[in-house]
């Protein structure tokens, strides 16, 4: 059953510390998005990577926010430092150029700054 | 003219009833317009999706209803049960642009 995997579920944290999210797009996908879910600003794109290059992060807080692909199967998603109003879910999502415009998602990763 | 407009922000439909979400859009480059599911604590999961070359598509209880010409498409629930009980998403992008531009979700709620 192949699916995105994210770690971790939930994260505590507080203000100013770093926080690494992480990602294993399912196996063959080669595109590879982020998101941030907030109940004011819904679904977002942060961030997006095919064939692990970076195509598209004008999403994404550049002086704190980072995203990497470091191989095929991990990305992640850095914060530093982090900041109370980067408290949201955060979801990884892949998908395939060749399978069409589908993106499956993964659980989500909890982010709490206090 | 990236916005996907979506609504009702929030919809409740009794059991067996037919619950139906609507999503408006400017950009006429979109080419492929999915729905996505979630539930509580999950990720959105992909539900169904069209292309604008048919005007309807059908998945079990599932349709999408699609009109080119007014720039507007729904998601159609029939014979709604509890277990739809969830927010849904409509999204579209273009050719060669695999970005989704997401609408603002519908919180649909299911009553016995």
């Known amino acids: 059953d192949a699916r995105v995997t994210q770690t971790p579920r939930h994260k505590v944290t507080e203000m100013g510390q770093e926080v690494t999210m992480r990602c294993q797009p399912i196996l063959g996908h080669n595109t590879v998005f982020w998101y941030r879910q907030t109940m004011m600003q819904g679904l977002e794109l942060l961030a997006y990577f095919r064939n692990r290059a970076p195509l598209d992060d004008s999403g994404m807080p550049k002086d704190r926010f980072s995203a990497e692909m470091p191989d095929a199967t991990l990305a992640t998603l850095k914060i530093q430092p982090s900041e109370p109003r980067d408290s949201a879910v955060y979801f990884c999502a892949s998908g395939s150029r060749d399978r069409g415009d589908e993106q499956y998602f993964g659980p989500g990763t909890r982010l709490t700054v206090t | 003219q990236q916005q996907v407009k979506q609504s009702p922000q929030s919809l409740i439909v009794q059991k067996g009833g037919i619950s139906i979400i609507n999503c408006a859009y400017e950009?006429?480059?979109?080419?492929?317009f999915p729905w996505y599911q979630q539930f509580p604590g999950k990720g959105p999961a992909l539900l169904i999706a069209?292309?604008?070359?048919?005007s309807e598509k059908k998945e079990g209880r599932f349709t999408i209803s699609f009109n080119k010409s007014a720039k507007q498409f729904s998601l159609h629930i029939m014979d709604s049960q509890p277990g739809d009980s969830a927010t849904y998403f409509c999204?579209?992008?273009?050719?060669?642009?695999?970005?989704?531009?997401f609408g603002t979700g519908t919180r649909l709620t299911i009553i016995p």
């Open positions: 950009n006429t480059a979109f080419d492929y």
């Open positions: 999204a579209a992008n273009s050719f060669g642009n695999e970005k989704l531009t």
């Open positions: 069209i292309r604008p070359d048919v």
